[in-house]
């Protein structure tokens, strides 16, 4: 495959130091580099920036940019598009640390959501960081091949039941079910 990881994701900002604060001491991501410009590297248009990374376990990361003279929300958020859309999801590695992870924000004061069971695929919980960006830590659930490739068999069909419908209303027309899709369970 040509692409072999993710490297990072880059966001606007509100303000580098608050986010770095965040990632770091919320998120217990390690604060690996950071660019200063005065010009985009990649037009040259001008526009003064810091750029700042955080590294997860697997190495890949995530950025922002503070870029204070260029127009628009300073959050980088489009404020016509729902707020739960846009996301960032980082990946934990059980459900005991998604709970301990939940807690120990809450007891820092953030407002978390969920658990929240995405089709027995993934569980989540979302929360906010300092510039509006809505963040989401999750877990695994699924983790038989069967199934697994049970969802990645139907997944065409899923797209293809919307690219008809735009609406689930045939939902259990199709896969005989009103919350989810026709698939083998676990054990059959
Ligand atoms: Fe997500």
Redesign the pocket.
Same mark, same amino acid.
């Given at each position: 495959m040509l692409c072999k990881k993710l490297h990072h994701a880059a966001f606007r900002c509100r303000d580098a130091a608050e986010t770095v604060k965040f990632y770091t001491e919320m998120l217990g991501l390690k604060f690996t580099h950071a660019m200063g410009e005065d010009h985009v590297p990649s037009t040259g248009k001008y526009s003064p920036h810091v750029h700042i990374f955080f590294e997860m376990e697997d190495g890949s990361h995530i950025a922002f940019f503070e870029c204070p003279k260029d127009p628009g929300e300073t959050s980088g958020r489009d404020p016509a598009t729902p707020g739960w859309i846009q %996301?960032f999801?980082f990946e934990v590695d059980s459900m005991e640390t998604l709970l301990a992870a939940k807690q120990d924000m809450e007891a820092k004061g953030l407002k978390v959501v969920g658990v929240t069971n %995405?089709d027995d695929f993934?569980s989540?919980i979302y929360f906010f960081d300092p510039s509006g960006h809505r963040l989401?830590l999750?877990v695994r659930t699924c983790l038989d091949p069967v199934q697994l490739r049970a969802y990645e068999e139907e997944a065409p069909k899923v797209l293809a039941l919307w690219n008809e419908t735009r609406d689930w209303s045939q939902r259990a027309k199709v896969f005989g079910s009103q919350t989810g899709y026709s698939r083998p369970t676990a054990d059959a």
């Open positions: %996301h999801a %995405h993934i989540s989401e999750t």
